[in-house]
């Protein structure tokens, strides 16, 4: 089911993605990979942040470089899989708010705790090499979720304090 010593950013959907991989970030090593055998379709989701280590540790200050890249970003409302790989340095997860009509992704305001009102969530990848929630995905940890989605938009987001500010959001369309 998992494969510890793993490459899952070589796995299929990331493979193509780590081309895409913005100059200056660090790509942590995988530890492990998601079950190969999901329901529905998929989505990949890259999570990252640029010149961060392991020694820093706390919330991320904000004006950090963080990325949250999801392939692809456009889908077929019903079963859809998500498979989120944690490729930086800091602890990140992938959380599922839907946006409201005209509401534009990546212009939620975040709260005094550096995090956004997840009111609405449909869901999360948030375990480290596992499915669900739980404490974040530690570097080089993949987790996995899989959601039914009524078409719609959504944004996918990283709600840890100061991430969402640093950039870790992006548009999803289901139709």
Not at 19 to 34: F, K
Not at 83 to 98: D, F, Q, S
Not at 112 to 124: I, K, N, P, Q, Y
Request: aromatic share 4%.
């Amino acid at each position: 089911m998992m494969g510890h010593g793993s490459r899952a950013g070589t796995g299929s959907g990331f493979g193509s993605m780590m081309s895409a991989v913005p100059h200056g970030y660090r790509m942590s090593r995988p530890v492990c990979t998601a079950p190969t055998s999901r329901p529905g379709k998929t989505v990949y989701v890259m999570l990252g942040d640029m010149g961060m280590t392991r020694m820093m540790r706390g919330a991320a200050p904000l004006g950090a470089h963080m990325m949250l890249r999801a392939v692809p970003s456009l889908m077929r409302a019903g079963q859809v899989g998500f498979v989120v790989a944690n490729m930086g340095w800091r602890i990140h997860e992938m959380v599922v708010l839907p946006l409201a009509p005209g509401q534009p992704a990546g212009e939620r305001v975040p709260g005094a705790d550096g995090r956004v009102d997840e009111t609405g969530s449909l869901g999360e990848a948030s375990a480290t090499c596992g499915a669900g929630a739980g404490d974040g995905i530690t570097p080089g940890g993949v987790g996995w979720v899989t959601l039914d989605l009524p078409a719609g938009r959504y944004e996918l987001v990283c709600n840890l304090p100061n991430h969402y500010a640093d950039g870790m959001h992006q548009l999803l369309i289901v139709r």
